[in-house]
């Protein structure tokens, strides 16, 4: 069987609770791995260097990304946000699972560059609720709000091209759903392929030398 691990994608509208439901999630499957993403936004009250994001300045995230150093990259409210390559990839050659909490455009170049990952979209139950939960955090002026909640729009656009919905209603469910996810991408074909080559190379070679 194929041992490496599996590669997760989440993503989902700024205030949807990504962060609150992979907290929840993390806590209970402390096996399972989560990226830490470098940006160049300023960190929030309370957010810590290498915890909440690796905080780079822009030359030193444009150096990253031309030494190859980024699995992928993408531009969001003018800051760069990108997944460094090698702790994401150490991790999945050990044979662990590997979370990455990455916005829309992130995701599908994770998809071409990696067509075995999962994508999952984390959903609000409705658009009010988005907007009390990005206002009720009080982390963002009310021009960056507004500004998230029209990325959220094209982002709702995007949500059909994922393997998988969770709505986050309540977040104990939203953090179970999760785990039902996981468990349910064992069994998917896509991340399956190499097992499957593996006995059709066998089937093959052995059926050709009887
Ligand atoms: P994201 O990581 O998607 O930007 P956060 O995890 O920061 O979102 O959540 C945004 C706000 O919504 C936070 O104040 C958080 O406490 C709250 N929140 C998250 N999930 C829920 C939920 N299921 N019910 C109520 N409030 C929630
Ligand atoms: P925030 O500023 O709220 O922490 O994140 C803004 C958006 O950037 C969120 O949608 C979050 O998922 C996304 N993001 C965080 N890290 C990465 C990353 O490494 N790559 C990409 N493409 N997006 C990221």
Same mark, same amino acid.
């Given at each position: 069987?194929?041992?490496?691990?599996?590669?997760?994608?989440?993503?989902?509208?700024?205030?949807?609770?990504?962060?609150?439901?992979?907290?929840?999630?993390?806590?209970?499957?402390?096996?399972?791995?989560?990226?830490?993403?470098?940006?160049?936004?300023?960190?929030?009250?309370?957010?810590?260097?290498?915890?909440?994001?690796?905080?780079?300045?822009?030359?030193?995230?444009?150096?990253?990304?031309?030494?190859?150093?980024?699995?992928?990259?993408?531009?969001? /409210?003018?800051?760069?946000?990108?997944?460094? +390559? $090698?702790?994401? %990839?150490?991790?999945?050659? *050990?044979?662990?699972? #590997?979370?990455?909490?990455?916005?829309?455009?992130?995701?599908?170049?994770?998809?071409?560059?990696?067509?075995?990952?999962?994508?999952?979209?984390?959903?609000?139950?409705?658009?009010?609720?988005?907007?009390?939960?990005?206002?009720?955090?009080?982390?963002?002026?009310?021009?960056?709000?507004?500004?998230?909640?029209?990325?959220?729009?094209?982002?709702?656009?995007?949500?059909?091209?994922?393997?998988?919905?969770?709505? /986050?209603?309540?977040?104990?469910?939203?953090? +179970? $759903?999760?785990? %039902?996810?996981?468990?349910? *991408?064992?069994?998917? #074909?896509?991340?399956?392929?190499?097992?499957?080559?593996?006995?059709?190379?066998?089937?093959?070679?052995?059926?050709?030398?009887?």
């Amino acid at each position: 069987m194929n041992s490496r691990g599996r590669l997760f994608v989440i993503s989902g509208p700024s205030g949807v609770g990504k962060g609150t439901v992979l907290a929840h999630f993390l806590k209970e499957r402390p096996g399972v791995r989560l990226s830490v993403s470098a940006t160049t936004r300023s960190p929030r009250p309370g957010e810590r260097e290498g915890e909440s994001y690796f905080f780079l300045s822009r030359e030193a995230f444009e150096e990253k990304i031309a030494s190859g150093g980024m699995l992928e990259y993408a531009q969001y /409210n003018n800051q760069y946000y990108g997944t460094p +390559r $090698a702790a994401v %990839e150490s991790w999945l050659q *050990a044979g662990e699972d #590997v979370l990455l909490e990455i916005e829309v455009q992130g995701a599908m170049k994770v998809r071409a560059a990696l067509p075995e990952a999962v994508l999952v979209f984390i959903m609000p139950p409705d658009f009010h609720t988005l907007r009390l939960r990005l206002s009720g955090r009080g982390t963002e002026d009310e021009g960056t709000i507004k500004k998230r909640l029209f990325a959220a729009a094209a982002e709702f656009q995007r949500a059909g091209e994922y393997d998988f919905i969770i709505v /986050n209603d309540r977040v104990e469910e939203a953090s +179970r $759903a999760l785990g %039902e996810v996981l468990e349910s *991408a064992r069994y998917l #074909v896509k991340t399956n392929q190499t097992f499957i080559s593996e006995v059709m190379h066998d089937a093959q070679t052995e059926s050709l030398a009887d």
